[in-house]
């Protein structure tokens, strides 16, 4: 998210967690978030979201912007990962999934992180605003709770109530609420939230 008000919209709805994108080849990259706002609410944790950044940059942007979870999208190595986790830091890691092989290289990062996210495999990095086949995380065994992204939208109610998981921890929307990228429809969002509470 990028725009102050529409940040305190969405944390009045009583979402976990709200993400700021520090990829600057992302649209929604964040120059000014708000977030060092003292009248910006804080009953939502903040995110700060990260392709193959050093820790130097990412323990600044921590710093600086108060995020509670660091998520390394990139090629982030398990060393670099406990690096952070030394100096205090929760961890968000992302993986790119298609088939069970790709699932199979969270093994390494186990003990390393807080949190998978399962997002849907494609060229480049940050998220493609597709769904990929949640049955192949049928094929993770970790102890780490993961979360499930890639194309959620108001439509993905009903897959998401057939969906189970030991594991599963939560779900992370993004563009299929958005009215512009790093601008959310609070009206879909409620909505919706309203609808995922019940299952």
């Known amino acids: ?16 967690w709200i993400g700021f994108i520090f990829w600057p080849s992302s649209k929604r990259y964040v120059e000014q978030s708000g977030t060092d706002d003292t009248t910006m609410p804080r009953q939502s944790r903040f995110v700060g979201v990260f392709v ?14 108060s995020l509670d979870y660091l998520q390394l999208h990139g090629d982030e190595s398990p060393d670099l990962c ?25 093994a390494e990062y186990e003990g390393r992180v807080d949190y998978f996210l399962f997002d849907t495999k494609y060229e480049g990095y940050g998220g493609s605003g597709k ?5 192949v995380l049928s094929a993770y065994k970790g102890e780490t709770p993961f979360l499930l992204s890639g194309g959620l939208s108001p439509e993905s109610i009903e897959a ?6 030991p594991r599963l921890a ?22 919706f939230i309203s609808e995922i509470r019940n299952i």
């Open 131 to 135: 769904s990929f086949d949640w049955s």
């Open 82 to 106: 406990y690096t952070l986790q030394k100096r205090g830091k929760a961890l968000i890691k992302a993986f790119s999934i298609a088939t069970e092989e790709d699932v199979a290289r969270t």
């Open 52 to 65: 193959n950044a050093s820790a130097e940059e990412m323990l600044e942007k921590a710093t600086e912007y």
């Open 1 to 16: 998210m990028k725009h102050p008000e529409n940040i305190r919209q969405v944390a009045a709805l009583g979402v976990d």
């Open 170 to 191: 939560g779900i992370d929307l993004n563009s299929g609420f958005e009215i512009e990228p790093g601008l959310k429809d609070i009206e879909k969002l409620k909505e």
């Open 160 to 165: 998401l109530r057939s969906f189970s998981h």
